[in-house]
């Protein structure tokens, strides 16, 4: 069976704070290089040394077999008394690069689109605490994952005919949502939303939308700046057209929209995706 090779590199003397070491680690990934199935790659990224003998060995991993890129950092723990088992948690903020290029940054644990196959450099900075306490160190790791996966073939796409907005005036937009696949159904949910506090407002006519309650029951207030519409007639050859009127006042704010639909095996409990819509920006 063929097979692929990932090669991990650890950024040595990376800056941390005091008391903490990092010792670069090395390691070798191998799996098939045919058709994969969904699965979690991990790399040992570096290991954190504190004053008094702690440690704490960091792994960078990333999920294949979603439209998603899962990142988290998982560690285990070794403290001054070596008969207790610590159990480690990992918080800090990650970094992913392909190609030189900065393809996002975000919060431990975290997520991106998948980009296709490559050699993803993830670098984070990270604080590992234990359970019972004792271990409780900073620094920064890094490794690089070669992922062979292909990108999934998108199923929904959502476009708007206007990407800009001005500020204290309204403008009309007309969101296309199309489905491309055979599998699923035609059930979709597209969601918009703007800024808060910015005096922005958000509306349509059509009676598939509706602006998000908000507050505990009886509450009638709805959100101005958030918009919700869904769709159940979506088939292939067949795209669904949404008509919004969005209001911005002296202030400017970006819209930003999100669509939901459902996936094959119906049933399960996480069978539902995500899709990034377009951006409105203002001016």
């Known amino acids: 069976m063929p097979t692929r090779s ?16 990092v010792t670069p680690a090395c390691g070798q990934f191998t799996a098939a290089a045919a058709a994969e199935t969904p699965g979690t790659l991990c790399a040992a990224a570096g290991t954190l040394h504190g004053a008094h003998g702690e440690q704490a060995q960091v792994s960078l991993c990333a999920d294949t077999g979603s439209p998603r890129l899962n990142i988290t950092a998982p560690a285990s723990c070794q403290g001054t008394d070596t008969k207790v088992r610590y159990v480690c948690r990992t918080e800090g903020t990650w970094t992913v690069r392909r190609a030189g290029k900065t393809l996002g940054t975000g919060a431990l644990p975290g997520s991106r689109l998948y980009a296709g196959p490559g050699a993803y450099e993830i670098s984070a900075t990270v604080r590992v605490k234990s359970a019972p306490a004792g271990v409780d160190l900073k620094g920064s790791v890094r490794a690089t994952l070669s992922m062979t996966a292909p990108m999934a073939k998108a199923t929904h796409v959502v476009s708007v005919d206007k990407s800009e907005l001005r ?45 998000p309650l908000v507050g505990r029951y009886p509450s009638k207030t709805r959100l101005a700046h958030a918009l919700d519409c869904t769709v159940t007639e979506l088939q292939p050859g067949h795209p669904e057209q949404i008509k919004v009127r969005i209001t911005v006042g002296a202030k400017c704010s970006t819209v930003v929209s999100k669509l939901g639909y459902w996936i094959p095996q119906g049933q399960s409990m996480y069978t539902g995706a995500m899709l990034e819509g377009p951006k409105l920006t203002c001016h």
């Open 6 to 21: 990932t090669t991990l590199r650890t950024l040595a003397g990376a800056a941390l704070l005091p008391m903490a070491l």
């Open 167 to 211: 500020a204290n005036s309204t403008t009309t937009v007309t969101y296309t949502i199309r489905r491309d696949s055979d599998e699923g159904d035609g059930n979709a949910r597209l969601g918009m939303i703007g800024e808060e506090g910015k005096g922005l407002q958000i509306r349509s006519a059509d009676s598939r939308c509706v602006n």
